[in-house]
């Protein structure tokens, strides 16, 4: 059975730092493009960090230079190195995993349930 489970969510007061995890089970990690992404209340989910399977990352402008995604393929993980936490990072941040099988076979997509941040003082 294909999961994706993250973890390491909290509450954390602005400024702080916050480190998630995001583990794949029943799934080639090594062929998927994975994400990060967020859901505040009465907000859309939006992308915060992506990273290949190339292992090349791209970032929302409103996290740049705070936020580092990373992946290790031998742990079957993706990370999200969080600091200088705002309020307005308080937000749900799920993990998004797109298993790329080749034209033949196509892309499969996977979400994790989610992990809560939440940024107060």
């Known amino acids: 059975q294909e999961e994706v489970v993250e973890s390491g969510g909290g509450v954390v007061q602005p400024g702080g730092s916050l480190s998630l995890s995001c583990v794949v089970k029943?799934?080639?990690?090594?062929?998927?493009?994975m994400a990060w992404y967020r859901q505040a209340p009465g907000k859309q989910r939006e992308l915060v960090a992506s990273i290949s399977r190339e292992g090349n990352v791209n970032y929302a402008d409103s996290v740049k230079g705070r936020f580092t995604v990373s992946r290790d393929n031998a742990k079957d993980t993706m990370y999200l190195q969080m600091s200088s936490l705002r309020p307005e990072d308080t937000a749900t941040y799920f993990c998004?995993?797109?298993?790329?099988?080749?034209?033949?076979?196509?892309?499969?997509?996977?979400w994790g349930q989610g992990t809560q941040v939440t940024v107060s003082s």
């Open positions: 029943a799934i080639l990690f090594e062929r998927c493009d």
């Open positions: 998004n995993a797109n298993e790329n099988n080749g034209p033949a076979f196509g892309t499969l997509e996977f």
